[in-house]
């Protein structure tokens, strides 16, 4: 018997044996622009390696921070230079970053005070002037860079270098464990996890004024008989606002509620533990999906139209949503 998990939350040495992500292929099949692509067996020449680098912003919550990396990241990697990240930053404490042929985790993050700054000309999409660069000078990229197009071509390697941490992993491991003992399952083969992010909060109330909307309870609905064709479901619901959640899918069954104070970074693991994600708005949740590498389903209306919010966004969103997800 097949058995199913939907996870729903808010806001890794690779956990893929196991229970986490057991027995599932990735649906992100990395693209590689020309001076990316793998060089042939007979001794095809590298690019030319430059002295150039990039630097970028290290503030910011979870799943901003994740796209000024990965962004950062992806163009590093397509102009063959160097990222540079200090030994402090946020993303450390929650994956396995390391030293490879793009990144470069330093001691000493002085050489990026005297970079020329960039800034992107919209937040949430993809500006090519951006990548206009002097490939001999450093520049520090600002500011969200929230377009999957800056790393299309990097997806494969960013995936090895966002892996979580071992207690992190060992933590899903164990809650994953302990949901499949309490609906009767022993084997992580038996099960697809589904995630299911909600957030609210202060984008009804802080920034709202900008133009945010949330995802409605129809969204929701629409979201979840999206996957209907799927048998023996279980939902796993993790947001700050437990009880909303709980009003508005009362008739959900085979739910697990998980704990906010969990904190981010155990809770995005857990969607990138799930085999298919139910977005709703937010950065956050963008990640829990794209980690999750399954199938995504997203609120297509994040902004109001006419906002400040809309005009940082591309005319129909496909700078920021990637194209093989759902919008409802």
């Known amino acids: 018997m097949v058995f199913i998990l939907i996870y729903i939350i808010v806001e890794s040495t690779d956990l893929r044996h196991h229970l986490f992500k057991a027995s599932r292929t990735s649906h992100l099949s990395p693209v590689f ?5 793998p060089t042939a067996s007979n001794g095809t020449s590298k690019p030319t390696r430059h002295s150039g680098f990039l630097c970028g912003s290290v503030k910011g919550n979870l799943g901003n921070r994740l796209f000024v990396f990965a962004s950062i990241y992806g163009i590093a990697k397509m102009k063959n230079i160097t990222y540079v990240i200090p030994k402090h930053d946020t993303l450390l404490h929650t994956f396995n970053l390391g030293n490879d042929s793009t990144l470069l985790v330093s001691r000493d993050f002085r050489k990026c005070k005297g970079t020329v700054y960039r800034k992107e000309r919209i937040c949430c999409g993809y500006d090519p002037k951006l990548l206009n660069l002097d490939l001999s000078k450093g520049y520090t990229l600002i500011t969200y860079l929230q377009s999957w197009k800056y790393f299309e071509g990097a997806q494969r390697h960013l995936k090895s270098q966002l892996t979580f941490k071992i207690d992190t992993q060992l933590w899903v491991n164990h809650t994953l464990e302990k949901i499949l003992q309490n609906q009767n ?7 697809t996890f589904i995630g299911i992010h909600v957030r609210r909060g202060d984008m009804m109330t802080s920034v709202s004024g900008y133009g945010y909307q949330v995802a409605t309870p129809a969204y929701l609905h629409r979201a979840i008989d999206n996957f209907k064709h799927l048998s023996n479901v279980i939902y796993i619901v993790c947001s700050l606002e437990i009880r909303w959640v709980k009003g508005h899918l009362h008739n959900l069954t085979n739910v697990y509620y998980s704990d906010p104070k969990h904190g981010p970074q155990k809770d995005l693991a857990l969607l ?6 139910i977005t709703t708005v937010g950065t956050f949740g963008w ?13 297509k209306w994040p902004a109001k139209p006419g906002s400040g919010l809309r005009s940082q ?7 920021f949503f990637l194209p093989q997800w759902i919008g409802l």
């Open 287 to 299: 990640w829990g999906g794209w980690l999750s590498g399954g199938n995504v389903t997203y609120y």
């Open 272 to 277: 990138a533990a799930c085999d298919h994600v």
């Open 313 to 319: 966004f591309s005319r129909d969103y496909t700078d």
């Open 33 to 37: 622009p020309p001076s990316l692509a």
């Open 185 to 191: 399952y022993t084997q992580r083969d038996d099960v």
